[in-house]
């Protein structure tokens, strides 16, 4: 199949507020082509569907990482208009926070079921597409809280912990067919994500750990110095994602750190895993996958 290598087509899920919206806007800016995913276009999101609609190179979309068959129709008819799907970025998702024994198993679902479950949705749908192309780029935005896991944000660590586990099996799996499939770790980052916080349904549960309840509330209030101090630019992901597509297909690294306040011994960790990580792959016979 011809690829048109100089009108990438690029898909990017959540684009309504934060790296979802600025990697949308740097995407078009460079001339690709990007579908831009946003929930409930005509509703709540009417307006930033709005604007965004008027960018050249934007198209809008409606959809739900939730809905199976929504991601379905959708990559089908985005492959069907442009003939080639080049890129997917993995964005959309929410934050949680609070006292982990608040959260009820419906509580822990729903979170894993967008962070989770709809980015592997989005990469089932796009891969045989990418595969028939023999090329093609998945980022998912993860977390660096998917490599360590803080006390008062543990459901919310542990959705990101599963998209690591399945995103680094998968890098080595589809890179020999010519897909790239990566992971990009921001830290904290001054966004729309903190002002919809997800909090624990079982709040009678919060009362028995004392003065430990207030803790979610300090967290909190100590970020936002961090962000006073640091001032750390949510830009610095939409860059990351650039960065990534203009990289040559197999030279992308399973894991990009993005986070200027705390990334480095999350930078420090992923190193020393992955030398140990080609051992395993060497010693079981799969040696291969690492070039």
Request: negative net charge; contains cysteine.
């Amino acid at each position: 199949m011809t690829i048109n290598m100089g009108k990438k087509v690029v898909l990017i899920t959540g684009t309504n507020s934060g790296f979802g919206y600025l990697t949308t806007k740097s995407c078009a800016a460079k001339g690709y082509t990007v579908y831009a995913t946003i929930r409930d276009i005509n509703g709540r999101n009417a307006e930033k569907a709005k604007e965004l609609s008027a960018v050249d190179n934007i198209n809008v979309v409606e959809l739900d990482v939730t809905d199976e068959e929504g991601v379905k129709q959708v990559v089908n008819s985005l492959i069907s208009q442009e003939g080639q799907l080049d890129v997917v970025v993995n964005n959309a998702g929410f934050y949680g926070g609070g006292i982990a024994e608040t959260y009820t198993a419906d509580d822990i679902e729903k979170m894993f079921d967008v962070n989770v479950k709809g980015v592997w949705r989005v990469a089932k749908a796009s891969l045989p597409q990418m595969r028939k192309q023999g090329e093609g780029l998945i980022v998912n935005i993860s977390s660096g809280l998917g490599r360590f896991s803080a006390p008062f944000m543990t459901v919310y660590n542990g959705s990101k912990f599963a998209v690591e586990g399945l995103i680094e099996g998968l890098h080595y799996e589809v890179r020999p067919l010519g897909v790239d499939v990566v992971l990009i770790q921001p830290g904290a980052f001054p966004t729309e994500i903190f002002g919809k916080v997800a909090s624990g349904s079982d709040q009678s549960v919060a009362s028995e750990y004392g003065d430990l309840a207030n803790i979610p509330q300090q967290v909190g209030e100590g970020m936002g110095q961090m962000f006073e101090a640091v001032k750390p630019n949510p830009q610095m992901v939409a860059d990351a994602v650039l960065n990534l597509i203009d990289r040559p297909k197999s030279q992308r690294p399973l894991r990009t750190v993005v986070d200027p306040m705390t990334g480095e011994f999350i930078e420090k960790a992923n190193k020393q895993v992955a030398e140990q990580y080609a051992g395993f792959l060497t010693a079981f016979g799969m040696k291969d996958l690492l070039t």
